[in-house]
């Protein structure tokens, strides 16, 4: 943590504590005591100033806001915007019902802003709803709001992996493990030519970050490096098509594919189209989507770390987390195989080699 975040954040504590009567010592005073510069002491009551807290007034000193302060230090009747780019059902995503329903045990009030794009780059928007923090959900992060937000010290938490370098909370399923581990059992089974077939949601955020864990998973078990693999978030018939004639054209012929969306089976029969005709894998995350009750039960734990997340960040502000969440991987990375061809290669090869077909990824 910078070290004006980390004097910001002592500050806060003792205002909300009521260390201080009604106004902060003098900037020489704080600066001495904290060690640094009137500069880097600035920097630190920008930010207080910014969220409310204290008042700057002249010859007068730096008041506290106390009213502000209280609020703060109580946490009650909050307003916490759900924010969803996406089209989505609200009454029927899991994801949203759980949030609102934790966000409501807490006190507070959910704002669902969802299905709306262009709100989403309205900065007039922004300037005018009063907020106390903000949840982005399934991407809906654009860096220049989410550094918007940041630098006026409301408090954001994107349920989606960001890219280094954004000073915003995140927190995600832990993609890198659970692929790690598709990677690590294909490799123990002689399958080392891989193509990770990750859908793209047209952000620059989730393409950098998915793009680099893959090329740090080839790197660690030594694998060749295919070009990127991307498909569009969009996905359609004919994005998939494209999709499965890169792959099929791809030198050396790929010997499995680790398929991250919901399209499996057309993505399967336009690769046969193609003359290729090799295992395909689901993500553990992807594969609970074929049992309900799983895959509801892991955006449940979801949905509660990206509260217990946002309550932390809304109580100390200046301070940055990112969550990666692993829950129960361990009862579906046996159901990752999804096509015939993939069952059927499994078992050839135990059979080749004394193993069991029903051993577990």
Known sequence: MNKYREIARTLQLRIVARDYRDRLPVMRELAAEFKVSLHTLDKALKMLAEDGLIESRGSQGIWINHERAARRGKG???????????????????????????????????????????????AKFWQ?????????????????????????QIPVVAANRLAEGISVSWVDFD??????????WLKAHNIRRIVLDWPNPKDELNHHWMSALWERI???????VYAENFIEYELSPANIRAQAGRIARLEPTPEAVIC?????????KELNRSGLRIPILKHPIKAWSSREGDLDEAYRRLSQSV??????????????????????YEKVMGTVWLNQLGRQYISEYHKQTGGSENEKV
């Open 307 to 328: 509260w217990s997340t946002l309550v932390r960040v809304m109580e100390y502000p200046y301070e940055i987390h990112q969550v990666s969440c692993a829950y129960d």
């Open 218 to 224: 080839l790197k660690r078990y030594d694998l060749p």
């Open 260 to 268: 991250c969306h919901v399209f499996d089976a057309m993505l399967e």
């Open 128 to 152: 005018t709803v009063q907020l106390d923090g903000v949840i982005f959900i399934y991407s809906s992060v654009d860096a220049k709001l989410l550094n918007w937000l940041n630098s006026r």
């Open 175 to 184: 993609h890198e493990k659970h692929v790690s581990a598709i990677v690590a």
């Open 76 to 122: 009650a009747g909050k307003i916490i915007g759900l924010c969803v780019s996406r089209k989505t059902d609200p009454e029927r995503d899991i994801f949203i019902i759980e949030l609102k329903r934790l966000i409501a045990q807490a006190g507070h009030i959910p704002l669902l802003i969802a299905n709306n794009q262009r709100i989403f780059l309205d």
